[in-house]
C-alpha cells in the first residue's frame, strides 16, 4: 500500500504557481520522498525527490517539513502542459520497487 | 538514447488468445519493471528484474501471466490465455541503481484490449 495522502484533485491557474501537497506521517529515516507525474496517456515521469532538505531542479521545487511527516511539491509557473496526475512517493533510496498510490489529479486552467 | 521503447503500442484480441507485449529497456540499465494501469487499480507492479533474474514477481495476478527478460535489451510479458479483465495499460519502465536518483524511466505503454 501506498505511504502517502494526498488530495485527489486541484485546479491552479496558468502562470500560478501550482502547490501540490503530500502527507507521509510514517516515513522512516532512511526513506525519500519522490515525485513523480503522468500526463495523459503517457508512462509516468520522474520529476524531483529529497530527503529532508528542500531541492530544486529546472522542473520543480520540493519542500520538506522538518519533522518530514509532509511535503509540497511546487511547480513555479503551471503551464497547460504541467495538467496532469502527479504521485508522491515514499521509498528507501536504493529500495527497488516504487508502489504508486492515487495521486493528484491537476487542472491547469487558462 | 530513444527511451523504452514498447511494442506493440495498441493490441486487441478475443478472450483465449496469447498475448505478447514487448519492452526494450535503456541501455546500460540494470533493471527492469513490468506494470499495470487501469482505472479501477490504479498503475500496479507485476514484477521486476535485476541484471535479467525476476526478482519480485509476487504482483503477477496469475498463472495466465508469465514474463522473461532472456538478455539485458529485451524483455517481454505474456499473457495465456488472455481475459477481459486483462484489458489495461501495460508500462515498461527501466533503471540504473547504480547511482542515485534511482529514477525509473517508463515507455508509452502497450494499450491492450481483450473482447
Known amino acids: 500500500d501506498a505511504k502517502t495522502t494526498q488530495p485527489p484533485s486541484m485546479d491552479c491557474a496558468e502562470g500560478r504557481a501550482a502547490n501540490l501537497p503530500c502527507n507521509h506521517s510514517?516515513?522512516?529515516?532512511?526513506?525519500?520522498v519522490y515525485w513523480y507525474r503522468q500526463i495523459h496517456s503517457q508512462g509516468p515521469q520522474y520529476i524531483i525527490h529529497g530527503l529532508k532538505n528542500n531541492e530544486t531542479n529546472e522542473m520543480a521545487s520540493l519542500i520538506i517539513t522538518e519533522d518530514r511527516k509532509s511535503s509540497t511539491l511546487i511547480l513555479p509557473h503551471a503551464t497547460l502542459r504541467d495538467t496532469a496526475v502527479y504521485y508522491c512517493i515514499v521509498r528507501a533510496n536504493r529500495d527497488d520497487k516504487i508502489i504508486f498510490g492515487k495521486g493528484t489529479r491537476l487542472h491547469i486552467l487558462p | 538514447d530513444a527511451g523504452v521503447i514498447q511494442s506493440p503500442r495498441h493490441e486487441v484480441t478475443e478472450m483465449g488468445q496469447e498475448v505478447t507485449l514487448r519492452c526494450k529497456p535503456i541501455?546500460?540499465?540494470?533493471?527492469l519493471f513490468w506494470y499495470r494501469q487501469t482505472m479501477m487499480r490504479g498503475l500496479e507492479l507485476l514484477i521486476y528484474?535485476?541484471?535479467?533474474?525476476?526478482?519480485?514477481d509476487s504482483g503477477m495476478p496469475e498463472d495466465r501471466f508469465s514474463a522473461k527478460m532472456p538478455n539485458a535489451s529485451f524483455s517481454t510479458l505474456k499473457i495465456q490465455p488472455s481475459e477481459p479483465r486483462d484489458s489495461a495499460v501495460y508500462f515498461c519502465?527501466?533503471?540504473?541503481?547504480?547511482?542515485?536518483?534511482?529514477?525509473?524511466?517508463f515507455g508509452p505503454g502497450t494499450r491492450l484490449t481483450v473482447t
Open positions: 519502465a527501466s533503471s540504473f541503481q547504480g547511482s542515485p536518483p534511482y529514477e525509473q524511466y
Open positions: 541501455s546500460g540499465h540494470d533493471y
Open positions: 510514517t516515513i522512516s529515516g532512511n526513506e525519500y
Open positions: 528484474f535485476n541484471n535479467n533474474v525476476p526478482i519480485d
